[in-house]
């Protein structure tokens, strides 16, 4: 079955296809990519996955779908709340006459 594979970062990005046999886990398409060929600071050990969007409990043991896209997201560099009220600081008009 046809599978992607997919890691971004602000720069740049790598979208791979493989087929797999049927049962292949998330953890198990990213490793059979080679997509840390790409980025050699990927370790699919500790990488969050996901599908979709929609983050896995556990990427050894969820089993993918045809045409599903796995998704390695990358650490967070701040925590979203902290980002929200930045943004929101940032876009607050001053108030002088």
Same mark, same amino acid.
């Given at each position: ?18 087929? *797999?046999? =049927?049962?292949?886990?998330?953890? %198990? ?5 080679? $997509? ?26 969820? *089993?993918? =779908?045809?045409?599903?896209?796995? %998704? ?5 560099? $701040? ?19």
């Amino acid at each position: 079955m046809w599978v992607e594979v997919v890691y971004a970062l602000p720069d740049n990005q790598v979208l791979l296809q493989l087929d *797999v046999p =049927e049962g292949t886990t998330l953890y %198990e398409a990213a490793l059979q990519s080679g $997509i840390t060929q790409h980025f050699e600071h990927l370790d699919l050990e500790t990488a969050p996955m996901g599908v979709f969007g929609k983050r896995a409990k556990d990427p050894k043991t969820q *089993v993918l =779908e045809e045409g599903d896209r796995v %998704e390695i997201y990358r650490p967070l560099l $701040i925590d979203p709340k902290q980002a929200r009220i930045n943004r929101a600081n940032k876009g607050t008009p001053s108030k002088t006459k």
